[in-house]
């Protein structure tokens, strides 16, 4: 499934309905990563061609380092990453360019 990163002018240019998507507001904008058909018509900004990785299992709040040891990993093969967290695991979207190298570089972390 490819996702798109979004910036919004407003929350409610969101489908939050759409399964695997993420909102964040802050201070200074609207973000949203959604599956990329499900992106609001006229974002501020939009970049597509995004894939995601899910971390296997429920992470409890007491465990260190999880998401630096699979951006550590990435980052080993020159793979940028767009990290999201929600209240159970983490997702990392990588460019679909290199989704193939990413899901190798991840299974060494097994």
Do not use: N
Not at 22 to 47: Q, Y
Not at 57 to 80: N, R, Y
Request: hydrophobic letters at 45%; glycine letters at 6%.
């Amino acid at each position: 499934m490819e996702f798109a990163v979004c910036r919004i002018r407003a929350a409610s240019d969101a489908d939050l309905s759409a399964p695997y998507t993420f909102f964040a507001r802050t201070d200074e904008e609207i973000s949203l990563v959604c599956p990329a058909g499900a992106c609001p018509p006229r974002p501020l900004r939009r970049e597509g061609g995004w894939r995601c990785f899910r971390v296997a299992g429920t992470l409890d709040f007491s465990l260190v380092g999880i998401l630096a040891k699979i951006t550590g990993c990435l980052a080993d093969q020159s793979i940028p990453v767009f990290a999201v967290s929600t209240y159970s695991t983490d997702y990392v979207l990588v460019k679909a360019e290199h989704a193939a190298r990413a899901a190798a570089a991840l299974q060494t972390l097994s």
